[in-house]
């Protein structure tokens, strides 16, 4: 069994910063692409960005120059900066990971259960 675990969301002011966390544990034999997708009220799960192994990432055009995902590869976890932050990134983050435990032979989507980021004055 596997978990993926966020940490970091909270209030904001336009403007401001946060930074989201997690980290996976668990029968970990090994992870492929991390990242992180959000939902808005109303809306559906959207990609916020994604990161290889080897740390390629691609980012939505929304946050594209405002938001930074990194990973360590030997701790298993992805952090989310998010700088300039605008209302609209108001929703829940998800942590995202492609992953293979030991005890199967092909790899599944696993997901934490979320952290709020609300923007607000």
């Known amino acids: 069994q596997v978990h993926l675990v966020e940490s970091g969301g909270g209030l904001v002011q336009p403007g401001g910063s946060l930074r989201l966390s997690c980290a996976a544990s668990g029968d970990i034999f090994s992870i492929n692409v991390m990242g992180w997708f959000r939902q808005g009220l109303g809306n559906q799960r959207e990609l916020v960005t994604l990161?290889?192994?080897?740390?390629?990432?691609n980012y939505a055009d929304s946050v594209k120059d405002r938001f930074t995902i990194s990973r360590d590869n030997a701790k298993n976890t992805v952090n989310l900066q998010m700088d300039r932050l605008r209302p609209e990134d108001t929703a829940i983050y998800y942590c995202y990971a492609i992953m293979r435990t030991s005890a199967t032979q092909y790899e599944s989507n696993y997901w934490g259960q979320g952290t709020q980021v609300t923007v607000s004055s």
């Open positions: 990161i290889t192994r080897e740390g390629n990432t």
